[in-house]
Each structure stands twice: as C-alpha cells, then as structure tokens.
Nanobody, 126 residues
Framework: QVQLVESGGGLVQGGGSLRLSCAASGRTFSSYAMGWFRQTPGKEREFVAAISRSGGTTDYADSVKGRFTISRDNAKNTMYLQMNSLKPEDTAVYYC???????????????????WGQGTQVTVSS
C-alpha cells in the first residue's frame, strides 16, 4: 500500500494559477501510475489527468487540456498538478490516486485505482 497526501489547494481568482502536490509514502513511488481526479457535491468523481510511472506518458481530460500540466518527481516521491488559467468551473475537491501499473501505462478511470488521498479543496472565484 501507498499513502497519499495532497496539498496546495486554496482560493484563487479566475485566470489565476495553483500547483497541487501529492506526496507518497510507503511502497516504492515509481511502481505506481498516478492520477488526479476532482469532485463537486452531488456529482461523480471526474478524471483530470494521469501520468505513467516513468512520467513519459500523460493523459488529460478535454476540459483541462492546455491549462493543466501533470508531472512527477520519483526521487521526491511526489506528483504535481500545475493549474493555469483557472475557471470557476474548476472548483472542486481534488484527489490524487495511485495504482501499480506497467511502465508506460496511464489510467483514466477512478475504478482502476486502489489508493487515494484525502483531497484538497480548490475554489476559483469569478
């Protein structure tokens, strides 16, 4: 098992930027494909971005392409989500997730992940 802790959420004006971090502990971080998801009250959890174990393969939801960048630093056991040009509709609780996978695989469905963080709130004002 791996333990995940998100940080970096907060309140930002529309058009602003935030960088989320997901710190992992426990099993070897580089064994895991990683992802970011988000959820608002009354809605299902939504895929945001995913990254392979190597960091060489990434995947994004259409709604965030060109604005968000996912990355990871395996030496620091940390994954990041750089969020630029934020919109009010990006407001949500953001969760990071981890799942053991092959080297180049990304996973875009929440049921593919067994390990989740507690979430961090992102609020974008208009």
């Amino acid at each position: 098992q791996v333990q995940l802790v998100e940080s970096g959420g907060g309140l930002v004006q529309g058009g602003g930027s935030l960088r989320l971090s997901c710190a992992a502990s426990g099993r070897t971080f580089s064994s895991y494909a990683m992802g970011w998801f988000r959820q608002t009250p009354g809605k299902e959890r939504e895929f945001v971005a995913a990254i392979s174990r190597s960091g060489g393969t990434t995947d994004y939801a259409d709604s965030v392409k060109g604005r968000f960048t996912i990355s990871r630093d395996n030496a620091k056991n940390t994954m990041y989500l750089q969020m630029n040009s934020l919109k009010p509709e990006d407001t949500a609780v953001y969760y990071c997730a981890a799942q053991i996978a092959s080297w180049l695989v990304t996973k875009a469905r929440d049921w593919e992940y067994d390990n989740w963080g507690q979430g961090t709130q992102v609020t974008v004002s208009s």
